[in-house]
């Protein structure tokens, strides 16, 4: 800065500052400024990354006990103690399914196990019988006989294989090869005539009565209606009988209702009856019985025609109804 003197002199005066506290100051602002930058870009991200993992904790459970699971644990369930709500309904779905799957591994299993004991009879028979009948030599008569009895069981062990087969494709959704027009009074005027002599042999009352026309493969009713009378027939008492009685007053619906006289089937056994191998009384033979797939077989007819069959049994009477769609105008 410049001054005039009075005597026209001039001088000059400097002023200095020292401005290394304003520096310093500066070095400490931008310092702080940059940790809190630093601190609000990482803080957000890790408290993002705490609360994503604690959210995802019940996920993390529900895949470890979901890969603890295995064919021979499926007895294992998901707890819904701990879950949030909004992942309730998850787990309770997949405790269903878990449920359901147990089901039906256990059902496999048993099928598996009847399946064995049911081709292990037959095949034991036979070979029983072949090595006695080589075990010294026989004359023609008993070779015969041998070969005969062996006959019979071959058919069974044909029989359940055929039936097996037949319950795969059901499985497998059963496709109906034909349909027609079918009167069901002459499907059940056939297999009435095919029981004739063993139902007087019986004492048995057979009965039919009524009418009712669907629209279906002709083979497979008639199959489903002739497994549902020998049923009747092998479990009525001599002296008892059978009925069997055609309705399609039920709009839309045909019923085949198969009657018989016998023991009452308790409630509890009621829908097992058509399991695979189902027996109500386990400790019967072989000995005038079936493989314990008549039944199955049924259902499996009923329901690939869009029907189903069902029972009851009271006061010494059971019923078989076997619900088919009517034919339209019938």
Known sequence: MSLAIADGAGSTVAVAIDPSHHEHFMRSFRHALWTVVALAALLPGFLGWMVARRGLAPLRDICRVAAGITANRLDQRLTAAAIPQELAEVVQ??????????????????FSSDLAHELRTPASNLLTQTQVT??????????????????????RLSRTVADMLFLARADNDLRLAHREVIDLADEVASP????????????????????????????????????????????????????????DAAVGEAVVSVVNDGETIAAEQLPRLFDRFWRVDSSRQHAGEGAGLGLAITRSIARAHQGDVGVSSADGVTTFKLRLPARPGA
């Open 93 to 110: 779905t997949l405790n269903d399914m878990l449920a359901r799957l147990e089901e039906s591994f256990l059902r496999l299993a048993n």
């Open 134 to 155: 080589l075990a010294r030599e026989r004359s023609a008569d008993e070779y015969q006989d041998v070969l005969a009895s062996n006959s019979e069981e071959i058919e």
């Open 192 to 247: 009435f005539d095919f029981y004739e002599a063993l139902a007087k042999d019986k004492g048995l009352h057979l009965q039919a009565s009524g009418s009712a026309v669907v629209c279906g493969d002709r083979l497979m009713l008639r199959r489903a209606i002739g497994n549902l009378l020998s049923n009747a027939v092998r479990h009525t008492p001599p002296g008892g009988r059978v009925t069997v009685r055609l309705d």
